[in-house]
């Protein structure tokens, strides 16, 4: 079965402080993994995907993420924090593009001035 | 940019009642997905639909759920008697004409009293 765990349920960063949000993943099979961003009272927005193409993967936002099969790990990244990318953030997984996706609990990033 | 549509996007409800959702998926995908996030948690896979009949359901999608596609735009999840626990977000997903990330819609928050 697959499953994700993302580290740390609340992170807070100083505002233009590197981003750091962990995902760690089980897949029986290669799989797409996602990160997806939740502002307060909104739904759900891609911010990138691995498909199995390259490990760096790069999103909207300033967001990036490396997929590194050894370490089955997903982490997304972002230079420097803005005031605005405060918010929930979940990574994801599934098998295939049409497979159902699998969240994790989330992590919510604060930011501070 | 075409995108996943929901309504209502608030519906507040009586215990017991019978509430339905709707979703418009984009126009040329062909698999549609509901998933739920109960307040302060993760977001969970409900059912998934093609070729008109569910193809996966998971543990929570009961006999009090169903889903429909009425005609071919639209996508349905019935609750036939309402609990106060199917309090949630519900989030209808859509993928389909070589696209490899599902489409969230923006959600439909529901509140049984």
């Known amino acids: 079965a697959q499953s994700v765990t993302q580290l740390g349920s609340h992170v807070s960063v100083s505002e233009g402080a590197l981003v750091l949000l962990r995902c760690n993943y089980s897949?029986?099979?290669?799989?797409?993994l996602f990160w997806y961003v939740q502002y307060p009272n909104q739904g759900l927005q891609l911010l990138l995907k691995y498909t199995s193409a390259a490990t760096l993967v790069k999103g909207i936002n300033g967001f990036e993420a490396e997929f590194k099969k050894s370490e089955t790990s997903f982490h997304l990244t972002k230079p420097s924090a803005h005031m605005s990318d405060a918010a929930e953030y979940f990574c994801?997984?599934?098998?295939?593009?049409?497979?159902?996706?699998?969240f994790g609990p989330g992590t919510s990033l604060s930011v501070i001035p | 940019e075409p995108e996943v549509t929901q309504t209502p996007s608030h519906q507040v409800t009586q215990m017991g009642q019978e509430v339905i959702l709707r979703c418009v998926p984009i126009s040329n995908h062909l698999y549609f997905y509901w998933y739920r996030q109960i307040l302060g948690q993760k977001v969970e896979f409900l059912v998934s639909?093609?070729?008109?009949?569910?193809?996966?359901k998971s543990e929570i999608f009961d006999d009090q759920f169903s889903v429909e596609r009425p005609d071919g735009s639209n996508f349905t999840l019935k609750i036939r008697s309402t609990k106060l626990e199917d309090s949630a977000m519900y989030f209808c997903?859509?993928?389909?004409?070589?696209?490899?990330?599902?489409?969230f819609g923006p959600g439909t928050r529901l509140l049984v009293l």
């Open positions: 639909f093609y070729n008109n009949e569910i193809s996966e």
């Open positions: 897949s029986s099979v290669p799989p797409y």
């Open positions: 997903a859509s993928i389909g004409g070589g696209q490899e990330t599902q489409y």
């Open positions: 994801a997984v599934g098998r295939t593009s049409y497979d159902k996706v699998i």
